[in-house]
């Protein structure tokens, strides 16, 4: 019976346990109750969502590689426009079209791959195609 009494006292001194004195009372503990009860749900999806959004970054992954020359140069004006317009411009999609031999697969595979990729930029998905 002595820890049945120290158990009810325990839970009195923590407020988890309280004498019933009227409607208004009830509802102010249920409040504070409530209120404690939400905080920690939130703090908890908060922490569950960031723990999912961690587990759902996927890393790069490229079937068919493009096969760049290894003498890639230049384009920095073309590259820093593509930087430019992917961090600014709200639109999700980019399409490069020009006649073949332009260069509009190297450039946009050295620009994925130097210079956002490897400055460990973060993005949804990137999906990259060309017909080669």
């Excluded at 759902?56 to 020359?69: G, L, N, R, S």
């Excluded at 590259?79 to 946009?108: I, Q």
């Amino acid at each position: 019976m002595e820890k049945v009494i120290e158990f009810r006292d325990r839970l009195f001194q923590e407020g988890l346990a309280w004498y019933y004195e009227g409607a208004e009372k009830f509802k102010e503990v249920i409040d504070i109750h409530l209120s404690k009860l939400i905080a920690q749900w939130s703090k908890k999806n908060e922490k569950e969502r960031a723990d999912f959004e961690k587990r759902t970054v996927f890393k790069p992954y490229f079937a068919q590689p493009y096969p760049i020359q290894e003498n890639f140069v230049g384009r920095r004006k073309e590259r820093s426009l593509l930087s430019e317009w992917l961090e600014n411009d709200p639109t999700p999609m980019l399409s490069l079209v020009s006649v073949g031999g332009m260069g509009k697969s190297a450039l946009s595979w050295y620009w994925l791959n130097e210079d956002l990729l490897k400055k460990d930029k973060k993005f949804d998905g990137v999906i990259w195609w060309s017909f080669y």
